[in-house]
């Protein structure tokens, strides 16, 4: 696994219609309104943020778990209009021994359905695949969250099993997942 081009200088990669990019602090209103969002949250284990500068606290700490080599996340950006923050995209748990990262995903409500969030797992998973040299992407799911579901599939995560009262989430409690992974064989 090549850390080296997560790691070594902040990645920004791009599609058609988005650029996956560095959160920074100009885009604290953005990443408050996402967070500020209970349903943006409904299927996930981050609690909302109603406070702005908890937010403004948070962005610092995607620098420091980026710093850390633990975590990355970017925010997913409108191309169209530069500088509008459609969502964030992640990637964690990089286990360099199986060559193995989790991804993780979600997007301002006024940006559902719109294919932003299929469209950045497309990316990333290319860029996890080609240059960072992983084996396996995979996803946790809570089973009601129908609509990560489908961006998955249609990246061709395949779903390899429910995982019961196995994982504690902020604001859930104790939960049952479902697993989705691609290998890069599958990938190419």
């Known amino acids: 696994m090549n850390l080296e081009a997560v790691f070594g ?3 920004v990669l791009e599609s058609e219609n988005l650029v996956l990019s ?3 602090e100009v885009h604290v209103q953005d990443v408050f309104s996402i967070y500020d969002n209970d349903k943006v949250f409904e299927y996930c284990g981050i609690i909302p943020k109603h406070n702005i500068k908890t937010v403004e606290k948070m962005i610092s700490h995607f620098d ?3 710093n850390k080599k633990s975590r990355i996340k970017w925010g997913i950006f409108l191309k169209s209009q530069e500088n509008t923050l459609v969502g964030i995209i992640e990637a964690m748990d990089f286990n360099q ?3 193995m990262v989790s991804i993780g995903y979600y997007l301002a409500e006024e940006y559902w359905g719109k294919g932003f969030a299929t469209e950045s797992v497309r990316m990333l998973a290319s860029f996890l695949f080609e240059k960072v040299n992983v084996n ?3 996803a946790e799911v809570m089973p009601a969250n129908r609509a990560s579901k489908n961006v998955l599939i249609k990246n061709n995560f395949m779903k390899e099993g429910l995982v019961r009262q196995a994982s504690y ?3 859930k409690g104790v939960v049952d997942l479902e697993i989705y992974g ?3 064989n599958e990938y190419v």
Do not use: C, E
Request: net charge positive; aromatic share 14%.
């Open 182 to 184: 691609i290998l890069k």
């Open 22 to 24: 560095k959160i920074k």
């Open 9 to 11: 200088h902040f990645p």
């Open 136 to 138: 396996r992407i995979q």
């Open 97 to 99: 021994k199986i060559d």
């Open 169 to 171: 989430w902020s604001g």
């Open 64 to 66: 420091r778990d980026y």
